[in-house]
């Protein structure tokens, strides 16, 4: 849904009813000065690898083979379900042949994450940690979050959170942001926040304002309402919800989207905010879309601004009995991105999946669920650009799935601390056959107490 809570993830795009548009139009007239002015403002602005991976590495007891042989997927197939200071232009990437998958790592906590760094680093590798988090909302069940944001900080784990609506718990995770700071210590924290109410978004929908007049409205319709505990030098700020690639008049919006994001986010930067763009639902867009002139300039503009701008993405299986469901086009969608940009010469964006998951109302057991969640880790874990996940959703929802989520929390803390990745710098050719969900990933959520590493079992469709 639209409204008062965050859309569900939707497979298909439909037209949906326009709300809010008298409102708009009397936040138009009351600010015509300043909206007028920025409007003009905003026109100035203007893996060394074969193609199948025949082996998943586990640094434990065991090294496990993985199956090979499966078709390659093909995105576009028609079976697919403070003022900052700009930075010179990013280099044109230089692509090489697919890079290895990375090798995920386990051992009994507390871990020194800067040591294996090092020791990864002089072998020509780099560390990912798990990039899983939680998205929250108003109401719902976050009952242990607090122990889930210590432990993870005081490893030095970073931490992907989101929220609509109440702050709270971006605010506390920001104190302790603050904190380590004062104390000379970083952790890269990702916080990320949105509001829900439709009138945030009418800007954007109504078509008698040009794309760069909605997004001089729309962002500061959502800069004067952003709570004021919420540091900007800490917090990315989320302005659309699951757009669709249709508008309401039936339309193809990709080039409206495209000018209103750029404008945004030249916006944001020049003062000093973090802005995550766009909010595209799971299944969406569609490879050519990327490939958009308005939506290329977009995206090199995300590309120059790395701290600044990002691509937000919704990732859920759509199924709560396997995460693999419609790979790479559902999990796994953000790679048809990053191979538009490789086409085009543009530097991977900065991207924030700020939800993720299996279905609206359902999350699978703790054993499953972390099973899927080391297979989705040990992805990302091969994108640097790829900053996190959050799953939905420990806010009130549908089918008691706050409470279904925070079952999660403890079981991720565990992970989280004892995991880590090895993955290999570069840029290589985008070959998402490479990590279809078979291997087996899941070294057990108690295998640290019990002083041993057990035999990593595949969980199947």
């Known amino acids: 849904m639209r409204n008062t809570t965050p859309a569900h993830p939707q497979p298909i795009d ?4 326009l709300s809010g548009r008298q409102l708009v139009a009397l936040a138009t007239v009351a600010f015509a000065a300043v909206l007028l002015s920025l409007a003009a403002a ?3 602005l203007g893996v060394e690898s074969a193609s199948s991976i025949s082996e998943f590495q586990v640094v434990s007891e065991a090294a496990i083979s993985a199956p090979s042989g499966y078709i390659p997927a093909a995105f576009g197939s028609p079976l697919d379900p403070t003022a900052t200071p700009t930075p010179s232009p990013s280099p044109t990437p230089e692509i090489g042949p697919p890079l290895p998958a990375p090798t995920v790592v386990v051992a009994v906590p507390p871990i020194d994450f800067e040591a294996a760094r090092q020791v990864a680093q002089a072998k020509g590798l780099d560390l990912a940690f798990v990039k899983i988090g939680f998205h929250t909302g108003a109401g719902g069940n976050t009952q242990g979050i607090g122990d889930y944001f210590r432990k993870l900080n005081d490893a030095g784990v970073p931490i992907f959170l989101k929220s609509v609506d109440d702050p709270g718990k971006l605010i506390e995770l920001q104190q302790i942001m603050k904190e380590n700071e004062a104390n000379g210590r970083e952790v890269e924290h990702i916080l990320v926040y949105r509001l829900t109410d439709s009138r945030f978004e009418a800007p954007y929908y109504d078509l008698s304002l040009s794309p760069e007049e909605a997004a001089a409205v729309s962002w500061e319709l959502h800069r004067s309402n ?31 989207l495209g000018r209103f994001s750029l404008a945004t986010a030249k916006l944001a930067v020049a003062q000093g905010y973090r802005y995550a763009a766009l909010g595209w639902s799971t299944g969406v867009p569609e490879v050519e879309d990327w490939e958009n002139p308005a939506m290329l300039a977009f995206l090199r503009y995300a590309a120059d601004h790395p701290d600044q701008v990002a691509v937000a993405l919704h990732e859920y299986s759509l199924e709560s009995d396997y995460i693999g469901n419609g790979y790479p086009y559902l999990v796994g969608r953000f790679q048809a991105l990053f191979a538009a940009c490789d086409k085009h010469g543009i530097a991977r964006p900065t991207v924030l999946i700020t939800e993720w998951g299996w279905t609206h109302d359902t999350v699978p057991e ?7 969640i080391a297979w989705a880790s040990w992805l990302y874990a091969a994108y640097p650009t790829v900053k996190g996940a959050a799953i939905w959703y420990l806010g009130r929802g549908d089918n008691g799935i706050h409470n279904q989520t925070q079952q999660l929390i403890a079981p991720l803390a565990d992970y989280a601390v004892s995991h880590y990745f090895l993955y290999t710098p570069g840029i290589g050719q985008i070959d998402a056959e490479i990590f279809r969900p078979h291997p087996p990933t899941l070294l057990g959520l108690d295998w640290w107490r019990e002083g041993r590493t057990q035999v990593p079992q595949p969980r199947t469709p």
Do not use: M
């Open 14 to 17: 439909r037209p949906r009813a």
């Open 42 to 44: 905003c026109r100035g």
């Open 226 to 256: 952003w709570s004021g505990q919420l540091d900007k030098k800490y917090v990315w700020f989320e302005t659309h919800n699951e757009p669709g690639r249709y508008g309401y008049d039936g339309k193809l919006q990709i080039e409206r």
């Open 366 to 372: 703790p054993a499953q669920a972390i099973e899927d």
